[in-house]
């Protein structure tokens, strides 16, 4: 089904959404993309389903009535993503051992595991266990957990987050990851990726809920169901098991392995940390993988730029949601409102007052990804298949869940201190009479968890606007307000059924912030000598200074 241009047109007449603001974004339109997108009609948007053949059908429709040019695969509107699903069967059995006596470890109880090859079975029989501490290796920090041990064959067991986030005043590794903002080096995803390059067969993290930023119940949703993009060589790229066993599990395995876990933790913040065998422990996984796979698409469009066609500035968003799932209140429709058929909107919106100005010199383009849900999957193969020259991209500026509640007196920034759009932002904020705060939470990594990250990794300087990195201060009932709108969204709708669009919105604050991502990337595409950098500490510095001869 292909929705043309006049059903937005239909709908914005019967939205009753607050009014325009003064600058060129509309909050009027962006509340009835959300309603289009966020319709029953839609089905959740899951990859692979009808609801993504209607996303795809009303996205094309929407760039082809802004007279947009195709940038996908062969001259199209989409790029093709084959994604890879994966079940661990029911069944699954799982245990440790420590000197011959054998425990038995219940999926999405005392572990959680999964795999990401395409394999029809796991068996991994009595694999020696060797704790790693935080797993990292850093060497622009001067830090490497790993001490060129031995891991073949291994399961490497990992604490959660990075070496200082639990470090005390004083102690010489305090601040040397960012204190309690987390690098990349916390996240669980960094963790399997340094697994695999040291070789170990499986990787386990233990789980505690500060350092991961979520409970158990979190970790166990997935309940052993997983995604990735089809790979040429699966076993290269990914661990045959990776997974999560709960704390108290893993302090009991560290006692009767002859371990003291907390002591543990805290030598593990020292630069002189090597990696411990749990001396007589063996793990054990045998079970069946349930695998098939689904192909998906991005769809990409574009301003080509009036001189510098192969410079480009990116505006990106995900349109993918969950689906269908069990009803809750009768609603089995993960509608996907605010996450993220918000940034949808407001990369089309962004795309409609290019579209109306004079084209800057760089190409500007407006990608929506599939499979952010899955895991960033669709960014991440763009970003390993661009259709543009990264080194040539001067940022990408994303958008996941803007807030409903109203105008604000700031924005709230994910990934504060990263890069110099830092600057740009801090400006259009001021032109705006608001200011700019920095993440609330950043040892949660938000900045480590949209699709943005994708493009960060290949060097691309980025930036993400994101409603769930603290409550704005809103003109109408200031942070607390705006903390409250976090609280319950996250406790109440975040991935159910109950984010779903409302005519209750006041969108005049995402409008706003929408606003800012729009002069900041015109500002950016209209001057060829403006290439923003990383800041310095960036873990990304160094990856886009290995192409700076690309750009002049």
């Known amino acids: 089904m292909k929705l043309p241009a006049l059903t937005l047109a239909a709908v914005l007449l019967a939205t009753t959404a607050h009014a325009q603001t003064s600058g060129p974004i509309d909050p009027a339109r962006l509340s009835a993309i959300v309603k289009v997108l966020a319709s029953d009609e839609f089905e959740g948007r899951s990859p692979g389903s009808p609801g993504e053949q209607k996303t795809v059908d009303y996205l094309i429709g929407q760039f082809e009535a802004l007279k947009l040019e195709p940038a996908g695969d062969k001259g199209g509107w989409t790029q093709e993503v084959q994604l890879q699903k994966l079940q661990v069967q029911p069944g699954a059995k799982l245990s440790v051992s420590v000197g011959g006596k054998s425990t038995a470890l219940q999926q999405a109880q005392q572990i959680n595991v999964a795999t990401l090859r395409p394999v029809d079975h796991v068996a991994i029989a ?55 903002a987390a690098a990349y080096y916390a996240r669980w995803t960094y963790k399997y990726e340094e697994a695999v390059r040291q070789g170990a067969i499986a990787a ?102 009036a001189s510098r066609p192969e410079e480009s500035v990116m505006f990106s968003a995900h349109w993918d949601a ?29 795309a409609r007052a290019l579209a109306a100005g004079p084209r800057p010199a760089r190409t500007t383009l407006f990608a929506t990804w599939t499979a952010e849900e899955r895991g960033l999957l669709g960014s991440e193969y763009y970003a390993a298949h661009p259709h543009t020259p990264l080194d040539q991209m001067a940022a990408n500026l994303t958008m996941d869940v803007l807030q409903t509640a109203g105008p604000a007196r700031d924005v709230v920034l994910v990934g504060y201190g990263q890069s110099q759009l830092d600057d740009r932002l801090i400006a259009a904020a001021k032109a705006q009479d608001r200011t700019v705060t920095p993440d609330a939470r950043p040892e949660r990594g938000l900045f480590f968890r949209a699709d943005h990250f994708s493009l960060a990794k290949q060097g691309v300087p980025v930036m993400l606007l994101m409603g769930l990195g603290g409550g704005a201060d809103l003109v109408k009932g200031g942070r607390a307000a705006g903390d409250k709108w976090v609280s319950d969204y996250t406790a109440n709708c975040y991935h159910q059924p109950c984010d779903a669009w409302s005519p209750d919105w006041d969108l005049r604050g995402a409008a706003q912030d929408v606003e800012l991502f729009y002069v900041m990337g015109k500002a950016i595409a209209s001057d060829p000598k ?3 950098d990383w800041k310095d500490g960036s873990e990304f510095k160094a990856i886009r200074a290995k192409t700076a001869g690309a750009r002049r």
Do not use: C
């Open 322 to 350: 969950f689906g269908l799932g069990a009803p809750v209140g009768g609603d089995k429709v993960r509608h996907g409102a605010a996450d993220d058929a918000i940034g949808v909107a407001g990369v089309l919106e962004i």
């Open 204 to 305: 386990l993290i233990v789980h505690e809920t500060p350092g991961a930023g979520y409970g158990w119940s979190t970790v166990a949703a997935s309940n052993g169901e997983s995604f990735d993009i089809v790979r040429a060589d699966p076993a290269r790229d990914k661990l045959l098991l990776q997974g999560w066993i709960a704390r108290d599990t893993a302090v009991d395995l560290f006692r009767q392995a002859g371990l003291d876990f907390e002591a543990l933790k805290t030598s593990a913040r020292s630069p002189d940390f090597k990696p411990v065998a749990l001396t007589g422990a063996a793990f054990s996984a045998d079970y069946g993988v349930a695998h098939s796979q689904v192909a998906s698409r991005n769809v990409i469009a574009k301003l080509t730029g």
């Open 530 to 532: 403006d290439w923003p």
């Open 126 to 180: 009595s694999a020696p266990m060797v704790f790693v501490g935080y797993g990292v290796k850093a060497p622009e920090r001067g830090w490497d957990d790993f001490k060129g041990a031995d891991l073949k064959g291994k399961v490497a067991v990992f604490l959660i987050n990075d070496p200082d986030f639990e470090a005390k005043p004083g102690e010489p590794v305090a601040g040397k990851f960012g204190g309690q």
